[in-house]
């Protein structure tokens, strides 16, 4: 089980930082990754790291700005937002697959999924 926390309220330019806490033993075998909803929009890849941390992934919307990683000895993944701005408003969600780039190219056949949290940028 995945369970994602960190969102809240922040201006613009701000930064957050998300988690992702995992559940059960074989975390450090999955890859993970966070998508994000936003209101009336299809569910959208944000970002993806490999089990041992050495690969990732970003969309070009995020590039730069997002940076993913993970602690396996925590059993927990990161997702640092800087420069945020209001177009990041979304419910980000947590996922986890035994294969990178299913979490980047097929969300529908991605294993787990933790329930999300809402991140809110003003203007």
């Known amino acids: 089980q995945l369970q994602a926390s960190g969102g809240g309220l922040v201006q613009a330019g701000g930064s957050l930082r998300l988690s992702c806490a995992a559940s059960?033993?074989?975390?450090?075998?999955?890859?993970m990754g966070w998508y994000r909803q936003a209101p009336g929009k299809e569910r959208e890849f944000v970002a993806a790291i490999s089990w041992a941390g050495y690969s990732t992934y970003y969309s070009d919307s995020v590039k730069g700005r997002f940076t993913i990683s993970r602690d396996n000895a925590k059993n927990t993944g990161y997702l640092q937002m800087i420069s945020l701005k209001p177009e990041d408003t979304a419910v980000y969600y947590c996922?986890?697959?035994?294969?990178?780039?299913?979490?980047?190219?097929?969300?529908?056949?991605?294993?787990?999924w933790g329930k999300g949290t809402q991140v809110t940028v003003s203007s």
């Open positions: 996922a986890a697959d035994k294969t990178i780039l299913t979490i980047v190219r097929s969300r529908y056949a991605i294993d787990y």
């Open positions: 059960g033993r074989n975390f450090s075998t999955y890859a």
